[in-house]
T-cell receptor, first 111, second 113 residues
Framework: QKEVEQDPGPLSVPEGAIVSLNCTYS??????FMWYRQYSRKGPELLMY????GNKEDGRFTAQVDKSSKYISLFIRDSQPSDSATYLC???????????FGKGTRLHILP | EAGVTQFPSHSVIEKGQTVTLRCDPI?????LYWYRRVMGKEIKFLLH????????ESGMPNNRFLAERTGGTYSTLKVQPAELEDSGVYFC???????????FGQGTRLTVV
């Protein structure tokens, strides 16, 4: 069983829609949960960082972690064409541990 | 402030040849990481330097890969001899502390033919 499962997409939604991106994971030892955004030919950049279960909001982005279900989500409100990118979920067991990435979901926001 | 810089951006080599990738971390960042993404797979951890010391090299696939960080500044990742399955994108990242945000470079796309 893979450590992290993420649907690679692509996911195409119209501009202004709410986008929901998700990952599941298998190891309950993960405590730190992140979402990275990666534009074409660029490196991943950190978008959201959460510890343990709960919600975290930053502008149009909301990250949710449900440790009981081993399920993490990223919601994007009022999606813009500039949000078109690959979104990678990422997890760590400890704060100074290596990052375990999901495969990434390719998102297209249609103008 | 300059970000993490990687050279070259793209390299095409023949199977059996040697390639050296370079990473210049953000100035002052003691922690330097190498990750790679092979076709169709996740980005996977290769190793972690703290200054010039290898903190964790558990992700290095085999002894054809050699990473160095002499002087604790830039790092090189040498693949010798390269095999077809080494093709992918190699990312470098750096952070001030091991528990702070790691900033990624744009990656080096390696193609072994």
């Amino acid at each position: 069983q893979k450590e992290v499962e993420q649907d690679p997409g692509p996911l195409s939604v119209p501009e202004g829609a709410i986008v929901s991106l998700n990952c599941t994971y298998s190891n309950s030892a993960f405590q730190y949960f992140m979402w990275y955004r990666q534009y074409s030919r660029k490196g991943p950049e950190l978008l959201m960082y959460t510890y343990s279960s709960g919600n975290k909001e930053d502008g149009r982005f909301t990250a949710q972690v449900d440790k009981s279900s081993k399920y993490i989500s990223l919601f994007i409100r009022d999606s813009q064409p500039s949000d078109s990118a690959t979104y990678l979920c990422a997890l760590k067991m400890n704060r100074d541990d290596k990052i375990i990435f999901g495969k990434g979901t390719r998102l297209h926001i249609l103008p | 402030e300059a970000g993490v810089t990687q050279f070259p951006s793209h390299s095409v080599i023949e199977k059996g040849q040697t390639v050296t990738l370079r990473c210049d971390p953000i100035s002052g960042h003691d922690n330097l990481y190498w990750y790679r993404r092979v076709m169709g797979k996740e980005i996977k951890f290769l190793l972690h330097f703290v200054k010039e010391s290898k903190q964790d090299e558990s992700g290095m696939p085999n002894n054809r890969f050699l990473a160095e960080r002499t002087g604790g500044t830039y790092s090189t990742l040498k693949v010798q001899p390269a095999e077809l399955e080494d093709s992918g994108v190699y990312f470098c990242a750096s952070s001030q502390q091991a528990n702070t945000e790691a900033f990624f470079g744009q990656g080096t796309r390696l193609t072994v033919v």
